[in-house]
C-alpha cells in the first residue's frame, strides 16, 4: 500500500472495488461528498457501487475509517469531523488515482500531532496566488493542516495594508539582490542589479481568496509579520519606527539586520495593532505569528526611548523589553480570540512572558535552558528544528533520511503535552524560480508529511522511500515534483561534504551549486536515453 503519509493500522484485501462517475456517492460531510463526486467524475463505470461518508463521535478529531464490502461493492468511511472524511478521501484517491480502482484495505487513521505546518517565505522571493494554491492542494493530500506564511521581512514587505499603503507601494521593491554567498561577507558577491519586486504583493482580496480555498481543504493559515526585527522593508516606508528614525532603503542584503522597530515608541505599538487589525479581518484562524527571530538589541541599548522604557515598565533589560513587546501583542491578540506564535528567540524573556505564547522552536541556544524551563512550566512549542527540517540547505547537507527521523525525543522533550506540533519551513533568499523551490521543498514535504502524521514508531525510512518511488506517478499528477532519488538522498555532492562545518558554509555550498549539477545530472541522463 502506497499511501503518504503511512495510515496507523490497515489491512490489505485481496479484491479490489471499482469506482467511478456511477458510483453512488452519499453521507454526511457535504465537503468530502463534492470532492468524492469530482474526482470519480472523470473515472468510467462504477454501476452498482458506493461510497458512504457516515458521521461517528467515536472517531478520533481529523481520524477516519474506511471499511470496504466486496459482496455489497461498498465502501464506507466514518469519521466525526468534516477534516477527518476529507482525510479519508485523500487515501481513497491515493489509491484509486489510475483507473478508479480502489483496492481494498480496511483502514483506521489519525494523526500523530494537530498542527502540521508548512512555512513559506515570500518576502524574500515572491510566489503567485497559482502557485501558493497549488502548494495548499499538495499539502492538503499529504493531510497537513497549516500554511504558515511569511509575508514580510527586510528585504520587501508583501501583504497590502490599507492604512500603511507605502508598505506595499514602497516596501515591497528593493534595488538588488545577492545571487550567492561566494564573497559575501566581504561584499563581494555577485549580484541582480534589477530592482525586485514592484507589484508583488498580496492584495486583501487576494489573502481572503486564498483563506477561502485553503478552508475548503483543512488547512488554516497563519499570518506572519515578523516584528520587533526583520523590519528594515517597513522601516524603510516609516523611518520614525526605528530607534535613530533615520532615511533607509528596502535591505539588499541578507542575514540579520541591526535596524530594528524602537519598542520605545508608542507608534510602534499603536503601527503593530493597527496591522493587526486589518489581518484578524482576513485570517479568522486561531493563531497569528508575530516572527519575534534574530532581533539585535545593541539599537535599543543606546535609545534613551527604549531605555525610558526600560524603567517606566521595571524591566530587567532588553530582553525584558522585548517580553513585554510580546505581552502586549499577545494581549491585544488575545483580546481578538487569537493565541500569539513566535520564534524561540522570544524565550529570551519567558520569565515575564505570557503562558499561553507558543514558541516555534527552530533554533538551539544556551544549551537551550530557556526552551527546557519554559516546557516545564506547560508552556507550548511547535517544533522547526533547523538541522532536521530547513528545506532552503542543500540535500547534501541534509539528506531527506535526516528529515525524516525527526521526533521530539530526539531534542529531549521529555513531555509531549508542551508540543502543539510541527513546521517545516521554507527559507527563499536563493530560490528564485519554481523549478528550484519544487526541487528544494516536494520531497521534503512528502517526507515531512509523515513525520506529523505517523507515530515514530510506525515509521521506517527505507519503507517511506520505497512508497516514495512507487508514487512518483500519482505525485506528479498533483504537480508534487519529486527531485530524482540521487539528490534527495544527498549522495550527490561528498566531496563537498567537509566544507559544510560552519552555518555560513550551509548556504555557500547550496546556492546555484546543486541545482546546476542537478540540471547536469537530468541532460546527461536524458542524452544517455
Ligand atoms: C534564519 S529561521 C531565519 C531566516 C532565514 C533563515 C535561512 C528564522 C526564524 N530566521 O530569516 O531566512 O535562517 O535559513
Known amino acids: 500500500m502506497n499511501i503518504i503519509p503511512r495510515p496507523l493500522h490497515y489491512v490489505i484485501k485481496e479484491h479490489a472495488i471499482k469506482l467511478g462517475k456511477s458510483t453512488?456517492?452519499?453521507?454526511?460531510?457535504?465537503?468530502?461528498?463534492?470532492?468524492?463526486?469530482?474526482?470519480?467524475?472523470?473515472?468510467?463505470?462504477?454501476?452498482?457501487?458506493?461510497?458512504?461518508?457516515?458521521?461517528?463521535?467515536?472517531?478520533?478529531?481529523?481520524?477516519?475509517?474506511?471499511?470496504?464490502?466486496?459482496?455489497?461493492?461498498?465502501?464506507?468511511?466514518?469519521?466525526?469531523?468534516?477534516?477527518?472524511?476529507?482525510?479519508?478521501?485523500?487515501?481513497?484517491?491515493?489509491?484509486?488515482?489510475?483507473?478508479?480502482?480502489?483496492?481494498?484495505?480496511?483502514?483506521?487513521?489519525?494523526?500523530?500531532?494537530?498542527?502540521?505546518?508548512?512555512?513559506?517565505?515570500?518576502?524574500?522571493?515572491?510566489?503567485?496566488?497559482?502557485?501558493?494554491?497549488?502548494?495548499?492542494?499538495?499539502?492538503?493530500?499529504?493531510?497537513?493542516?497549516?500554511?504558515h506564511w511569511h509575508l514580510t521581512d527586510d528585504q520587501g514587505w508583501r501583504a497590502e495594508i490599507k492604512k500603511y499603503p507605502l508598505l506595499t507601494q514602497k516596501g515591497s521593491v528593493r534595488k538588488s539582490t545577492p545571487l550567492s554567498l561566494k564573497g559575501y561577507l566581504r561584499g563581494k558577491e555577485p549580484r541582480d542589479n534589477t530592482p525586485y519586486g514592484e507589484g508583488c504583493f498580496y492584495t486583501q482580496e487576494q489573502m481572503r481568496d486564498i483563506v477561502a480555498f485553503a478552508k475548503e481543504r483543512h488547512i488554516e493559515i497563519i499570518p506572519e509579520i515578523d516584528m520587533p526585527g526583520h523590519m528594515v522593508a517597513a522601516i524603510a516606508c516609516y523611518p520614525h519606527l526605528s530607534c535613530r528614525g533615520e532615511e533607509t532603503e528596502v535591505s539588499v542584503r541578507w542575514g540579520v539586520m541591526d535596524n530594528i522597530l524602537c519598542c520605545g515608541k508608542e507608534e510602534v505599538y499603536s503601527f503593530a495593532k493597527d496591522i493587526i487589525d486589518e489581518l484578524c479581518e482576513i485570517f479568522p484562524g486561531k493563531y497569528f505569528h508575530i516572527g519575534g527571530d534574530e532581533v539585535p538589541k545593541a539599537r535599543w541599548q543606546?535609545?534613551?526611548?527604549?531605555?525610558?522604557?526600560?524603567?517606566?515598565?521595571?524591566?530587567?533589560?532588553?530582553?525584558?523589553?522585548?517580553?513585554?513587546?510580546?505581552?502586549?501583542?499577545?494581549?491585544?491578540?488575545?483580546?481578538?480570540?487569537?493565541?500569539?506564535?513566535?520564534?524561540?528567540?522570544?524565550?529570551?524573556a519567558h520569565d515575564?512572558?505570557?503562558?499561553?505564547?507558543?514558541?516555534?522552536?527552530?533554533?538551539?541556544?544556551?544549551?537551550?535552558?530557556?526552551?527546557?524551563?519554559?516546557?516545564?512550566?506547560?508552556?507550548?512549542?511547535?517544533?522547526?528544528?533547523?538541522?532536521?527540517?530547513?528545506?532552503?540547505?542543500?540535500?547534501?547537507?541534509?539528506?531527506?533520511?535526516?528529515?525524516?527521523?525527526?521526533?521530539?525525543?530526539?531534542?529531549?522533550?521529555?513531555?509531549?503535552?508542551n508540543v502543539v506540533g510541527?513546521?517545516?519551513?521554507?527559507?527563499?533568499?536563493?530560490?528564485?524560480?519554481?523549478?528550484?523551490?519544487?526541487?528544494?521543498?516536494?520531497?521534503?514535504?512528502?517526507?515531512?508529511s509523515e513525520v506529523c502524521w505517523t507515530p515514530a514508531e510506525k515509521r521506517n525510512y527505507n519503507d517511506f522511500e520505497q512508497r516514495l518511488e512507487a508514487s512518483r506517478e500519482y505525485l506528479d499528477g498533483i504537480k508534487c515534483r519529486i527531485c530524482p532519488q540521487a539528490i534527495y538522498s544527498g549522495k550527490t555532492h561528498p566531496r563537498l561534504k567537509f566544507t559544510c562545518a560552519s552555518k555560513w558554509n550551509l548556504w555557500r555550498v547550496y546556492p546555484d551549486y546543486e541545482f546546476d549539477e542537478m540540471k547536469k545530472m537530468l541532460a546527461r541522463k536524458e542524452s544517455e536515453k
Open 24 to 147: 453512488k456517492i452519499t453521507g454526511d460531510f457535504a465537503g468530502a461528498v463534492k470532492f468524492a463526486k469530482e474526482f470519480f467524475a472523470s473515472f468510467e463505470g462504477g454501476q452498482g457501487t458506493s461510497l458512504k461518508f457516515v458521521k461517528d463521535e467515536y472517531v478520533a478529531e481529523e481520524g477516519y475509517v474506511i471499511s470496504t464490502d466486496k459482496a455489497e461493492e461498498s465502501v464506507t468511511v466514518s469519521a466525526s469531523t468534516e477534516a477527518g472524511a476529507y482525510y479519508a478521501l485523500m487515501t481513497i484517491e491515493q489509491s484509486a488515482y489510475k483507473d478508479g480502482q480502489l483496492h481494498c484495505t480496511d483502514i483506521q487513521d489519525k494523526p500523530r500531532y494537530k498542527h502540521r505546518g508548512f512555512m513559506l517565505d515570500c518576502a524574500r522571493h515572491f510566489w503567485t496566488v497559482e502557485k501558493i494554491k497549488e502548494i495548499l492542494e499538495i499539502m492538503s493530500r499529504l493531510k497537513m493542516n497549516v500554511f
Open 352 to 417: 515575564i512572558m505570557d503562558k499561553d505564547i507558543i514558541a516555534q522552536w527552530w533554533t538551539r541556544r544556551k544549551g537551550d535552558k530557556n526552551e527546557f524551563a519554559w516546557m516545564e512550566k506547560g508552556g507550548k512549542i511547535v517544533i522547526s528544528m533547523v538541522n532536521y527540517v530547513y528545506m532552503d540547505h542543500p540535500y547534501n547537507v541534509r539528506p531527506l533520511s535526516k528529515t525524516y527521523s525527526l521526533a521530539a525525543e530526539k531534542l529531549g522533550v521529555m513531555n509531549e503535552n
Open 302 to 348: 543606546k535609545c534613551p526611548l527604549c531605555q525610558a522604557k526600560i524603567k517606566e515598565q521595571n524591566l530587567k533589560d532588553v530582553n525584558a523589553l522585548q517580553g513585554y513587546f510580546n505581552n502586549v501583542i499577545a494581549e491585544y491578540l488575545k483580546s481578538k480570540g487569537k493565541a500569539m506564535i513566535g520564534w524561540n528567540e522570544i524565550l529570551d
Open 422 to 448: 510541527m513546521e517545516i519551513p521554507q527559507w527563499t533568499e536563493y530560490i528564485r524560480d519554481v523549478d528550484k523551490l519544487d526541487m528544494l521543498t516536494m520531497a521534503r514535504l512528502t517526507a515531512f
